[in-house]
């Protein structure tokens, strides 16, 4: 297990982009089984949702015929009378999958909702044809009312803030997070040469994207603490009171300690905007919160100060369908702040924005997220394609019809609890049972391992005589498998994150003893050079 030039040369890669090398030399022979537990794609899907949606795709169609029948072509349909047309049709089709998810759909909407039958009907036929832009651009109508209120119940815990939280929807969470640092940039509320915090470990882009000669930002890290279950300490929310740190850019639950932020910590961070740091920005990408029962995100409890950003890819099993919503409070510090912007600057922001409004000095920052979406002057075609914006609905209202026996989110977790638990079982390792642990990662630090199982000698021989990615470089070329390298996350060195969410449940104890294996195999090494 020499250290390689080659893979030296592979040190500075994204763990991402390591990943592929990885792939490639586990694959390298073709009579072995790879498994790749390295990006955390699920392998499930949810399915009430999907089959409302394509059967409301086969009632849209008959609304279009309704207008006009010519060879090939259909018309724009009309809203009036759609809803009783639609609960006509899930009656002619009470057989079908998905029939009656719509009827129940129907029924939530008007009836605990309070949304008119027909403005949502021809909401979401007009939207699942796609025959218009997205208009209003932000968020269709009453899309942005159920994506609001399936917010309320995933991130808040169904104890929302006061006041109302404005909707973005976009091409995915990491589109969200794109628009927001070039918005935040325009909008003059960061600077290149600013210092903005960093919750680490963190997914790898989040410690990149600033970096990157668009920002030129400076980071401050605050480190989880390993030793108290992933939690920031007293000492680490502390640092936010720099008042030259212009915001806290966070993932909760994390990435890959997979841990959500207990709430005394929230709580905190809570106080000291409402205090000292009233000008601190928190944002945070809080798409595994579903995976932790009673989640409250940090846009419940600091919500003047948050930008919350949220993906449906990971709970639903939709990460090609790319939905992602960014989330900001109607009152918040962020609208204040660029209005106390000094003369020059909102001089500069008025003819940015002078094209789109005719009070360009008053728009609100998440629509001039919109705005620079589209480089400001395309702003009339942005907006999230509205096909995907009904299947944000459909997902949202999958979780609102399911509030009281909560068998989707039940069976989600069961998932990859059980993984969790056949991960650690084959390691020999004890399982660790967190309510803030979503389990949809897990991070392993092999250095605390190998002290652990051969003491301090070992370990010290493991950390100074290989690379921090050895350990990943030798599970995919000796054992087949493929693990995301967690130093790259602002993890341990040698640390690795598994991710519970892509393969069976047999495959984790492969994994489990290809990682315990390994560990010998050092040991063997190292006494032999005794």
Not at 159 to 164: A, L
Not at 300 to 319: E, Q
Not at 391 to 405: A, C, T
Request: glycine residues 6%; aromatic residues 8%; charged residues 25%.
């Amino acid at each position: 297990m020499n250290i390689s030039s080659e893979e030296k040369s592979y040190e500075q890669l994204s763990p991402f982009e390591l990943k592929d090398k990885l792939i490639q030399m586990a694959e390298k022979r073709s009579e072995k089984l790879m498994l790749n537990a390295g990006r955390g794609n699920p392998n499930w899907v949810a399915t009430n949702s999907r089959h409302a949606f394509f059967l409301l795709g086969n009632f849209a169609m008959e609304e279009a015929y309704r207008i006009m029948s010519r060879p090939g072509l259909a018309g724009a349909p009309e809203s009036s009378g759609s809803a009783d047309r639609l609960r006509d049709f899930c009656k002619i089709h009470s057989e079908t999958r998905g029939a009656q998810f719509l009827t129940d759909a129907m029924k939530h909407v008007t009836d605990v909702m309070g949304l008119d039958g027909d403005e949502f009907t021809g909401e979401m036929v007009d939207a699942i044809l796609g025959d218009h832009y997205p208009t209003p651009d932000r968020v269709l109508l009453n899309t942005e009312k159920i994506v609001r209120a399936y917010l309320d119940v995933a991130m808040c815990d169904s104890r929302p803030p006061e006041g109302t939280m404005d909707i973005f929807l976009t091409e995915g969470g990491t589109a969200a997070m794109t628009y927001i640092f070039n918005t935040l940039q325009e909008n003059h509320l960061v600077k290149k040469g600013d210092k903005i915090a960093i919750g680490t470990p963190i997914f790898t882009p989040y410690l990149e994207i600033p970096l990157l000669n668009d920002f030129e930002l400076v980071i401050v890290d605050v480190e989880q603490n390993e030793e108290s279950d992933w939690q920031y300490t007293d000492a680490e929310i502390e640092k936010l009171a720099d008042p030259d740190i212009k915001a806290f850019f966070l993932v909760n639950p994390s990435n890959p300690s997979s841990v959500s932020i207990a709430e005394t910590s929230l709580q905190k961070i809570s106080d000291l905007v409402n205090t000292r740091r009233k000008d601190l920005i928190l944002l945070t990408d809080d798409v595994y919160g579903t995976f932790v029962n009673g989640f409250r995100s940090l846009a419940a409890i600091a919500p003047r100060n948050t930008i919350l950003v949220y993906s449906y890819s990971k709970y639903f099993g939709a990460t090609g369908w790319r939905l992602g919503a960014i989330g900001i409070n109607s009152n918040n510090v962020m609208d204040e702040m660029i209005a106390a912007l000094p003369e020059a600057k909102k001089k500069q922001l008025h003819q940015r924005y002078v094209t789109i409004s005719r009070d360009p000095d008053s728009i609100k920052l998440i629509d001039r997220l919109v705005a620079d979406s589209r480089t400001v002057a395309l702003n009339h075609t942005a907006g999230l394609s509205t096909p995907q914006q009904v299947m944000m609905v459909l997902f949202s209202l999958q979780e609102l019809l399911d509030l009281e026996s909560r068998l989707y989110r039940k069976e989600v977790q069961n998932v990859v609890r059980e993984r969790y638990n056949t991960l650690y079982s084959a390691l020999g390792e004890p399982v660790v049972e967190l309510t803030c642990y979503a389990k949809y990662y897990t991070t392993i630090d092999i250095h605390k391992l190998a002290l652990k199982r051969h003491g301090a000698k070992f370990a010290k021989w493991l950390q100074d005589t290989h690379e921090p990615i050895d350990f990943v470089w030798n599970l995919a070329d000796k054992k087949d498998v493929v693990l995301m390298d967690g130093g790259g996350f602002a993890a341990p060195e040698m640390s690795v994150r598994v991710s519970l969410a892509n393969l069976n449940k047999a495959d984790y104890a492969v994994i489990g003893k290809a990682i315990s294996d390994l560990l010998e195999d050092y040991k063997t090494e190292w006494e032999a050079g005794k």
